[in-house]
């Protein structure tokens, strides 16, 4: 039996703490399967952000040139099998497909092929240091936490690529007055409040106001009409997906610099949750499989404990459960998102199986969720 092919992921992160690009690691047992994986995804390929495509383990072959690659997809060719044969032939075909190439793992010392415009450079900057000008745009890989990366960005790094910024942030206050002024208005909506009731709330932030209908209206949500008002939004969407769209607002009320790359992830988590569910819950279930994702990363959001930022909302008891006790209905997909987010393929299959979702239905999904999430455009 041929090993499924599963892909997971880690984010590329700018000096301004906002993902720019996200590095797709594909588990596989051979280039072809790969290759077989990738084609199959075309129509959810996330085309805001440049994608690096990491074949993991394997040595990078022609066998990629049947990947029909989409214009976002950059392909990465590992120093240690910058010398195979087989690689040597790879780069010169990818370049006149015009398919952009990174360098991973690159080394002071390491030789390269003349004439190849690397775009990014990935760094173990654990183990080396950034001595000399790399061939392109130097990424530090292997930071620990938040400080690390300021520290790599002040040694000169350009960015960096992993989950380093979800440590390294203190969770241990309360919420602040514009985050409890959004917990009032998820709460007048969940109630199903009068409309002119939430609108005075919303009158007294213009800003969320705006924000709120920013998102509403964005290219990820797929409407066939533009919303003028919270009002009209009432009329279109109906205060359950209501509840969702404030939900997302107050996952954005951060003003932490670190802020952009958790909002982005936070509702990664929350669409794939939302879209692999289709298959286990009622429709009125999606939005709350969606709000558990999004809500996953609340404490770093907020910079408080998730008991206390949850404790002033009447969330549902499968959203409560999920997030405070790991267990309930929803727990098995708040995992599963959360192993997307490693390079443990083997933990992600076994979650998989679990559930009896397919490698296809979680590919699919993961990328549709990283195309919705980048569509919102956090700023």
Known sequence: MSQPVLITREPVINKQFKITANRLIIHAGSVASAVDTLNGLADVW???????????????????????????????????????????????????AGT???????????????????RFVIIDAKRHYLTADPPGLAIAWGLSDVPEFRDAIIQGYDGASGWFFLRGIKTD????????????????????????DIENVLKQDV?????????????????????????????????????????VLLVSASRDPSAPALMQTAIARGRFMEQIGRAFFEKNELDNLFITGAF??????????????????????????ALLGG???????????RALESFD?????????????????????????????????FS
């Open 46 to 96: 996330p085309t805001t952000h440049p994608v690096f495509i990491s074949l993991f383990k394997l040595v990078p072959t022609p066998d990629l040139l049947s990947w029909a690659a989409p214009a976002s997809a950059m392909v990465e060719i590992p120093t240690q099998a910058i010398a195979h044969p087989l690689t040597l032939s790879l780069i010169p075909r990818l370049q006149e």
């Open 296 to 321: 996953s990363m609340l404490h770093l959001l907020l910079g408080a404990s998730l008991q206390a930022a949850l404790e002033e909302m009447h969330l549902p008891a499968p959203i409560a459960d």
């Open 100 to 118: 952009s190439l990174n360098l991973t793992w690159y080394q002071p010392d390491t030789v390269l092929p003349p004439n190849v415009p690397w």
């Open 345 to 377: 393929d083997k933990a992600l299959a076994s979650l998989a199986s679990e559930l009896h979702i397919s490698a296809e239905q979680i590919n699919r999904a993961h990328l549709e969720a990283l195309s919705f999430a980048d569509s919102l455009q």
């Open 327 to 337: 267990d309930g209905v929803f727990a098995p997909f708040l995992k599963l998102a």
């Open 173 to 196: 206050g309360k919420l602040a007055p514009s985050h409890a002024q959004i917990v009032r208005l998820l709460n007048l909506v969940r109630r199903n409040a009068e409309v002119k």
């Open 207 to 247: 800003a969320l106001s705006y924000k709120l209908l920013r998102y509403i209206n964005s290219v990820g949500f797929g409407l066939m009409c533009e919303i003028q008002s919270f009002r009209h939004a009432v009329t279109i969407l109906g205060y359950e997906k209501l509840n969702k769209w404030l939900s």
